[in-house]
């Protein structure tokens, strides 16, 4: 007996939360609805917590940086120890 997986033949732009019933211009706004609040809570999200990466230099040494969009605070060319640092000062800050 085959089973049939509608769900894994959404059309393109289809919402997952929609019937199969809806017209085509129901199921392309709802889509842009559904990307729109996706993208809004990653950016609320996104810009609650520091942005964190490392650089190389050509000794192969490792660096740290960050930013901290809240408080408008940045660190650069940092070490692990201090990086760890850094960040838990943020985080009392925080609590206080």
């Not at 769900?7 to 939360?17: D, V």
């Not at 889509?31 to 996104?46: D, K, L, N, T, Y």
């Not at 190389?56 to 408008?72: H, I």
């Amino acid at each position: 007996m085959r089973q049939s997986f509608r769900w894994l033949n959404r059309q393109p732009g289809a919402s997952r939360f929609l019937p199969a019933g809806f017209s085509r211009a129901k199921r392309a706004l709802s889509f842009g609805v559904e990307r729109v609040s996706q993208w809004i809570v990653a950016h609320i999200m996104m810009d609650a917590e520091p942005h964190v990466w490392y650089t190389c230099d050509p000794d192969g040494n490792l660096w740290w940086n960050a930013d901290d969009p809240v408080r408008g605070r940045s660190l650069r060319h940092a070490t692990e120890a201090e990086m760890r640092v850094w960040l838990e000062q943020r985080h009392i800050a925080a609590e206080a």
